[in-house]
């Protein structure tokens, strides 16, 4: 409840946080069916209509509301972006936390497998992934998470290497207390600021990440909405109806600014070394 | 063992180990290379025509005796023959790698030229409009997906003054320089926009830093101007996480832009791996995302080489 207060009374903190929950609010509504029209019916006769008072973003060239079809597809994008990132940050907590526990051959081996797959470019990766399982918002889930496992093994294996040596930890085990209480009283618990933020910062990056996928026509899958689909089907009619362009390109770029203003906020908050120079 | 010695080490380890990964990644894509290389005629070949071709492509062995195979011909310069292409693996690739290697630096130029001064600049006039100015626009700028905005830039050109970028065939820059950099300034400055807008903060925040250094202070102190402190003493300094970013960002554009390229029509790198993903052309992916890799790992060695030159503290064997 600090925290939220902390990200009220700061000022990109309250804008990353409107805007996410705005999102959020709409791609909800999505998902209960509260759209202004069906978002898959075709009104054959209003055919690119531009934005009007019935249709207030317009209709793409099928005849179909682009609104009803952003606010799905805003949520298509949310889901992939938190389940990914959820899932990364799973797994990455536990490498991290096993390498740096277990060190040696465990560390070793477990940080050369993930300089292996920092090695691929993130899309390379994530096509690859694609082409194995096919397109379709749970692999763009799966892609995603094994692109962000590593970074997040990374930001929990250093701190928790050098937790693990402070006079707490060393006084923990001389009172008797199991590895699990140790790991996740007094390593896991120090290490949520970091993975706080950077959970903030992952969920820019997979929103971007699904949107590019869903562009090349490998993330969700037709007909259900996705914003990177429906930026790439406006590439022919950007002419005649710009607006298929212009509200899922601002759509993309509104919410993962939400999110970066709001990480940002959140290492200000969690970290004031780096408060004055970043914000 | 210090840092670099050890990064030398793993460097082939690691190199093995991403072999390893896409060799068995690809061939857990479903379908097969010589259906997907003839479509519907696949339907037409006897079976023996079918063994045949795949004896000619090394696909009939068992998959640990074709990765062994390709690792033998690897260390002997050969990298296999692409079933999209019929042509050596290596020659596809150096044929797209110089496209893919200009808009990495033309986009890095356009990101430093912008990025640098404005970052600088931001610093300089810290908490005034200006600044706050500089940081708006860098946020969005780095919220903005580059495909979003080569849309926006082909949009505009288009439709505010009827000019459409050159698209389908591409000029390599030793035939006709001009046309070339007609061809790749769009997308240089798509890619480069958002890296610019990193570089931006990430320069402003290592000058607001620097600026507050004891050296700094005493060169003020001893008279010089404010230009000769902001450039000679306080920018090489801060231009160390530039450095860094520059290299991460470079080794990730190694790795062709691929949804840049496919806006623009670019025959780069990262289309040729899509294309050989979608085509099942095994030996083609193979060979490109290794070569991406190693080209990534070097590219992150050398950044840490130069991070440790421009910064005599930093000893690599003691972090």
Redesign the interface.
Known sequence: MEQVRAIARHTSGRIGGAIVLVCLLAAALGALGWTPHDPLMQYRLDRLHAPNGTYWMGTDLFGRDVASRLMVGIGQSFTVAFFSVAFATLTGTVLGLAAAWLGRRWDGTLM??M???M??????LA???I??I?PGLWTSVIAIAVIYTPIFTRVVRGPALSLKEREFVDAARTFGSSQSYILSRHLLLNLVAPLTVQVTLAL?WAL?TE??LS??GLGTQPPTPSL?LM?SD??NL??TA?WL?VFP?LA???S??GF??LG?ALRDILDPKMR???A | MNYLTGRLVTFPLVLLGVSLIVFIAIRLVPGDSITAMLGTEAGLLTPKQREALAAYFGIDQPWFIQYWRWLYDLFHGDLGVSVTYGRPVLDVILERFPLTLELALLSMIVALLVGVPAGVYAATHNEQPSDLGVRIIAMVGQSTPNFVLGLVIIYILSAGFGILPVMGTFTSIWQDPLTNLSQMILPAVTLGFAFAASVTRISRSAMLDILKDDYVRTARSKGASSRAVIWRHALPNALIPVVTLSGIEFSYLLGGAVIVEQIFALPGLGRLVLDAILQRDYALVQGTVLFIAFNVMVVNLLVDLAYATLDPRIRLGER
Not at chain 1, 119 to 124: G, K, Q, R, S
């Open positions: 050369r497998l300089d292996m797959l090695a691929f470019p993130a899309i390379l096509l690859l992934i082409a194995i096919g820019a971007l949107a590019g562009f090349l990177g930026l406006s590439r950007m002419e710009p362009m390109g993309i770029m509104i993962i600014l970066n203003l940002d004055r120079s970043l």
